[in-house]
């Protein structure tokens, strides 16, 4: 069955770094694009960054631009999330999942930005 397991997540500074893999299975990994979402606590689930099939185009939600990072590895069937300059308000549970959705969301992993 699909599978997404989330994990990189923890407990950062503002202004630190964290990077989130996703690591795949159940589907065809390598034709399919994958994005990162974020829910925070007591909002919506939202898009943050997707990645085509071969990598070779990427696309951000404004509210990350400029900091954070997507990429993939199809050997591996997993994508990395590289999030930099990190801010109190990326505080949440991050998922990733294929783009178009195949399968259910994964159990996430949370990652809190505080000093």
């Known amino acids: 069955q699909v599978q997404y397991v989330e994990s990189g997540g923890g407990l950062v500074q503002p202004g630190g770094s964290l990077r989130l893999s996703c690591a795949a299975s159940?589907?065809?990994?390598?034709?399919?694009?994958m994005s990162w979402y974020r829910q925070a606590p007591g909002k919506e689930r939202e898009w943050v960054a997707r990645?085509?099939?071969?990598?070779?185009?990427?696309s951000y939600a404004d509210s990350v631009k400029g900091r954070f990072t997507i990429s993939r590895d199809n050997a591996k069937n997993t994508v990395y999330l590289q999030m930099n300059s990190l801010k109190p308000e990326d505080t949440a549970v991050y998922y990733c999942?294929?783009?178009?959705?195949?399968?259910?969301w994964g159990q996430g992993t949370q990652v809190t930005v505080s000093s």
């Open positions: 999942r294929s783009s178009p959705a195949i399968g259910s």
């Open positions: 990645i085509t099939s071969s990598g070779g185009s990427t």
């Open positions: 159940g589907f065809a990994f390598s034709v399919n694009g």
